[in-house]
């Protein structure tokens, strides 16, 4: 865990007071909707269909077991009781009540939570692998990297009203767990030929109206160059980013229109007026950063202790522990998945009674630790692998055991038309029927890795276009249809999914789902080549003629 | 279906102006003695754009007791006023979903 210092505590403090002014004079009329618009969507403040909704950060994804208990007592205290997790690692109350927002925030800030910078044209939350600082295949904590930025960018005044959001994401193992390549700005950890530790430094990824992949400008950065390379990369975006039209406000339409090449060598320029000065990082910063992520103290404990052999008797715990479980950088312990796609229930929903329950879970088997990860799902990132047994019935009790991690029914989906003012079709039920229809875990398990994202907009926030099977929710003459898409990807192999025809209507699209696995049992070359690998192989064509022969 | 306050008024049919309480973000309709219903049945429904206009130019005209009106289609069931779309629909009675608070433990 990270711990907060006193300028922290000061500057949400500052915030409460500050935002409890702007409310109070909102509902005198004092400030008017015009005004009081911004002010409010700088604290994560939305209006959306029925009800105002609050979306809390949760910098790079790890919360306290305190910090889950008072997203719980806000979610019980001001709004019906539950909260969203988001795929950018963030929680989203979705009936909060105008008047009691300063409470509420004043009761988040308590413990170190705010809204800030989770809307409106400036950096956002800063997002990382849901593993960092525990997953074996790390070159470091990315937490360190993503805090340091964390703490140069908030309320940074020269990029507080960028043309538009700018999303960092920091991942440091081999695998990309926190789809870099879909961000504003990727920072991924890299070792160079000599063994240094730097960056690789990407820009210009994003999804909606149009999708593009990141691309490398500076395959290798010093660390000491960290904070004064982004400096200049939103210098450069700051001046030259399209303010006249909000869809081509975003940095990756800037690099698009200038080329990645370009847009490298621009900021090679911006960067040489600035890389020597005062954000040349001085290592006792970094050091100081880090030393505030706190470690548990480790018990010395041996891998596949006798207690988990004797508990794969019982095949619902296996099946758990192959599907749920990962191993973790230090003997004996374990990294551990939290469900929050239970079949026919929304992804990413999690009652107050929930987080209360996984706060104690986590203070008696994860030091008191929960990360959130952009997949929609929690994670307890320090189990002793002998806990593992007791731990499994505690979630089980608590309906945040399904087997379900990674495959099929483990759907990323936005809030759509069920909450949000933006969407043009509903996303949620999809999910549900889609995660009933593949109810059977062994047959989920047997069609192995299978990444479903669905999207009730074409502003992708469940980033339909880097799904395995994208779903894209349309309107038709008022009517829900669903563009589908395969092939996508957000991992370190990222890749665009491509559409395999007409939109479908909602009644379909569970059905169309279904033929396109059965396409890919068809198809597949072995029993473990994933649908990804399948996809990729055969391209769109078989699929698309499997869906539309009968349509 | 681009979002209601993006659009540029045009009247297919009886409409009704809607917006969201200020203190609370509930959905509310205008009324024909410029008050504020959470009925829709009770809202003024209006069938040309003059009028239409009309009732959202007093309704935005207010300060603090709703915000984003907008005009939205409605469609006359008998004596009933329903909503003309699924989007507001779901704005009338809320998420077509089961909300989580019913899998609580």
């Not at chain 1, 308590?110 to 849901?130: E, F, K, P, W, Y």
């Not at chain 1, 000599?194 to 149009?210: A, K, N």
């Not at chain 1, 090679?268 to 007026?273: C, M």
């Not at chain 1, 909450?419 to 192995?448: F, K, T």
Request: glycine share 8%; net charge neutral; proline share 5%.
């Amino acid at each position: 865990m990270y711990a907060y210092d006193e300028y922290d505590r000061t500057l949400l403090a500052e915030r409460v007071n500050e935002f409890r002014g702007q409310v109070a004079r909102r509902l005198t009329g004092e400030l008017t909707e015009d005004e009081f618009r911004s002010l409010r969507l700088m604290n994560g403040v939305y209006l959306q269909l029925h009800a105002y909704m609050l979306r809390v950060a949760v910098p790079y994804g790890t919360l306290s077991s305190h910090q889950l208990r008072r997203l719980a007592q806000v979610a019980r205290r001001y709004d019906r009781g539950y909260g969203h997790f988001t795929t950018r690692q963030n929680i989203q109350f979705n009936w909060i009540k105008l008047a009691e927002l300063p409470d509420a925030i004043a009761d988040l800030a308590a413990a170190g939570l705010h809204g800030m910078q989770t809307s409106g044209n400036c950096v956002r939350n800063i997002t990382t692998d849901q593993w960092a600082g525990v997953a074996p295949d790390e070159i470091e904590d990315a937490r360190v990297w993503a805090e340091l930025l964390r703490q140069h960018l908030t309320l940074h005044p020269e990029f507080s009203f960028l043309p538009r959001k700018f999303k960092i994401a920091v991942g440091a193992a081999h695998h990309d767990r926190a789809a870099v390549a879909i961000h504003d700005l990727g920072v991924r950890l890299r070792r160079n030929s000599g063994g240094e530790v730097g960056f690789e430094i990407s820009v210009g990824g994003g999804l909606g109206r149009t999708p593009f992949l990141a691309k490398v400008i500076k395959p290798f950065l010093k660390k000491r160059d960290f904070l004064s390379y982004i400096e200049a990369v939103l210098r450069l975006y700051n001046q030259y980013g399209r303010r006249d039209n909000i869809y081509k406000a975003r940095i990756k339409m800037l690099v698009h229109d200038l080329g990645a090449e370009k847009f490298a060598q621009e900021v090679e320029a911006e960067w040489s007026a600035i890389r020597d000065g005062a954000l040349a990082l001085d290592p006792a910063v970094v050091a100081e950063i880090a030393a505030r992520f706190r470690y548990p103290g480790y018990a010395p404990l041996d891998d596949n202790p006798p207690e988990l052999t004797a508990a794969r008797a019982d095949a619902r715990f296996a099946a758990w522990l192959d599907n749920a479980v990962h191993n973790h950088k230090q003997t004996g312990y374990a990294i551990v998945t939290l469900s929050l796609k239970p079949v026919g229930k929304p992804p990413g929903d999690c009652t107050a009674e929930q987080m209360d329950a996984i706060a104690e879970i986590a203070d008696r088997y994860s030091f008191g630790e929960i990360r959130v990860g952009h997949e929609q799902n929690l994670v307890l990132p320090h189990v002793a692998q002998r806990d593992l047994p007791p731990l499994w019935r505690a979630l089980d009790k608590i309906g945040v055991a399904t087997p379900n991690v990674g495959l099929v029914s483990d759907i990323i989906a936005c809030p759509g038309l069920d909450y949000c003012s933006l969407a043009n079709a509903r996303a949620i039920p999809v999910a549900q029927e889609l995660s009933r229809r593949y109810r059977d875990l062994d047959l989920a398990r047997a069609l192995g890795r299978l990444h479903i994202n669905i999207s009730g907009c074409i502003n992708a926030c469940g980033q339909h276009q880097v799904g395995h099977i994208g779903i894209l929710g349309v309107e038709k003459n008022g009517e829900e249809f669903y563009q589908i898409s395969i092939g996508g990807r957000a991992d370190e192999h990222a890749r665009l999914g491509a559409l395999i025809g007409p939109a479908v209507p909602y009644e379909e699209v569970a059905d169309v789902i279904e033929d396109i696995v059965e396409t890919y049992l068809d198809l597949r070359a072995r029993p473990d080549e994933m649908f990804i690998e399948t996809a990729e192989r055969v391209g769109v064509e078989p699929f698309k003629e499997r869906v539309y022969a009968t349509r | 279906m681009t979002s209601p306050l993006q659009q540029k008024l045009r009247i297919t049919g009886p409409s009704v102006v809607t917006a969201n309480r200020l203190r609370d973000g509930a959905v509310v309709y205008r009324t024909a003695d410029s008050t504020w219903t959470n009925e829709i049945g009770e809202a003024a429904v209006v069938t040309t754009a003059e009028a239409a206009s009309a009732l959202l130019a007093a309704a935005k005209a207010e300060g603090t007791r709703a915000v984003d009106a907008y005009v939205a289609p409605v469609l006359i069931d008998g004596d009933r006023v329903v909503p003309g779309n699924l989007r507001e629909l779901i704005r009338l009675r809320g998420p077509t979903i089961e909300l989580p608070i019913t899998f609580g433990i």
